[in-house]
Nanobody, 121 residues
């Protein structure tokens, strides 16, 4: 069994910062792409940022220059540093990981339970 556990969400004023963390645990053989998605009320889930095992990153246009994704391969943990937060960043943020488990050795995608980020104006 694989679990992705997120932490770091909360309430912050516009212009503030938050740092999200997501730790993957279980019988993990290897991780590939890890990332963060978000879903605001009444909207579809969207990609915020992703990072490959080699460190290549991809960001949604709306967060470029404000958010930074990073990862610790040894700890199978991915982070999202969010600066200059805006009210429109308010959403539930979900961790996502493409990884292979011991015994299976096939790539599958896993999701965290989500963490709420609320930015007040």
């Amino acid at each position: 069994q694989v679990q992705l556990v997120e932490s770091g969400g909360g309430l912050v004023q516009a212009g503030g910062s938050l740092r999200l963390s997501c730790a993957a645990s279980g019988s993990i053989f290897s991780t590939n792409v890890m990332g963060w998605y978000r879903q605001a009320p009444g909207k579809q889930r969207e990609l915020v940022a992703s990072i490959t095992r080699g460190g290549d990153t991809n960001y949604a246009d709306s967060v470029k220059g404000r958010f930074t994704i990073s990862r610790d391969n040894a700890k199978t943990t991915v982070y999202l540093q969010m600066n200059s937060l805006k009210p429109e960043d308010t959403a539930v943020y979900y961790c996502n990981a493409n990884l292979a488990t011991v015994g299976s050795y096939t790539w599958n995608t896993y999701w965290g339970q989500g963490t709420q980020v609320t930015v007040s104006s």
